[in-house]
């Protein structure tokens, strides 16, 4: 179950996403976006994708996206799953998504049924240990829940570069790219880096991007 996100300011839903663009692969035809909101992202593929599903949790972007992707399903991707066709998907998309679940790890374990011999989940996960929230924990101690970005008050689950990786690869999943996306401008993770010899080098990204494909057993 997903937390609700009826109450999201407006702009919460509209991103584009165009950072995530790269990480699709050049074989995928057909892709499921989880969490789409209104769609923005798969329809910035469908020059070159034959299909774009979306599961939405919020019905008002939900309507907005069925006017963008090929078939657009509303409600909790754990209630939706049955509905999905198996082996049916070249690569799932989850932007943003995994940390507003109760329990990411059994929907990505479910996802395995939904993907191609050759398919992939692409993802983006905010990365906790970023470097601005770091500061505020650990100097200011605070811990405080905002609106959005990586202290969203509707995450139910927080994440570092390590339990991205691990949490993948316990389920079964041979990780393909995992990297940093949007990092910081700031000089400050620079100089925090050049005096612990590049210890905190995961504080500069906001979020990390994962590309992961079932091992086949």
């Not at 996206?65 to 991707?77: C, H, S």
């Not at 700031?186 to 494909?213: E, G």
Request: aromatic letters at 14%.
């Amino acid at each position: 179950m997903e937390r609700n996100l009826l109450f999201k300011p407006n702009d919460y839903f509209n991103q584009y996403r165009r950072e995530m663009l790269p990480y699709i692969p050049e074989h995928a035809k057909i892709i499921l976006e989880v969490g789409c909101a209104e769609g923005l992202f798969g329809a910035a593929l469908k020059h070159k994708i034959k299909e774009v599903w979306g599961v939405e949790y919020d019905p008002k972007q939900s309507m907005k996206a069925q006017n963008r992707l090929d078939k657009v399903f509303t409600g909790d991707i754990a209630e939706v799953m049955m509905f999905l066709p198996d082996h049916y998907f070249d690569c799932i998309v989850c932007n943003d998504v995994l940390e507003h679940l109760i329990d990411p790890y059994t929907i990505l374990d479910s996802l395995k049924q939904k993907l191609t011999s050759e398919g992939v989940i692409v993802s983006s996960i905010p990365n906790i240990r970023y470097f601005r929230n770091l500061y505020d924990f650990v100097i200011n101690k605070n811990w405080d829940y905002t609106d959005s970005g990586i202290m969203d008050k509707t995450h139910y689950r927080f994440f570092t570069v390590k339990s991205i990786r691990k949490m993948y690869e316990n389920l079964g999943y041979k990780i393909i790219k995992h990297e940093g996306i949007n990092p910081s401008r700031s000089i400050r993770p620079l100089l925090w880096n050049i005096i612990t010899l590049n210890a905190f080098w995961d504080i500069k990204f906001c979020q990390f991007a994962t590309v992961a494909q079932p091992i086949k057993r």
